[in-house]
């Protein structure tokens, strides 16, 4: 099992930034991939960003190129989501999510956090 604690969530202005964190625990050697997701209100579950666990691979959903970045810190089995520029429709609950290859597809992360609130205001 790998447990995911998501942190950083919170009220921030349209243009602003936020950094969210994600810590792992665990069976974290189970997994190559850590990725977000976003789910708002009435909306499916859908995928943010992900990093393979080497760091060398990054993966982005286009609503967010050029104004996310998604990194790592393997010493601290960390992910994180900076959020520059962020916009109201950004606005939704964000999941931390561990799977065993790089996608973008929901159905293939085994593990997930419990989620933090992000608000964009205008």
């Known amino acids: 099992q790998v447990q995911l604690v998501e942190s950083g969530g919170g009220l921030v202005q349209a243009g602003g930034s936020l950094r969210l964190s994600c810590t792992a625990s665990?069976?974290?050697?189970?997994?190559?991939?850590m990725g977000w997701f976003r789910q708002a209100p009435g909306k499916e579950r859908e995928f943010v960003a992900a990093i393979r666990r080497s760091g060398l691979g990054t993966y982005y959903a286009n609503f967010v190129k050029g104004r996310f970045t998604i990194s790592n810190d393997n010493a601290k089995n960390t992910v994180y989501l900076q959020m520059n520029s962020p916009k109201p429709e950004d606005t939704a609950v964000y999941y931390c999510a561990a799977a065993r290859f790089i996608s973008s597809d929901v159905r293939l992360y085994d593990y997930w956090g419990q989620g933090t609130q992000v608000t964009v205001s205008s």
């Open positions: 665990g069976r974290t050697f189970s997994t190559d991939t």
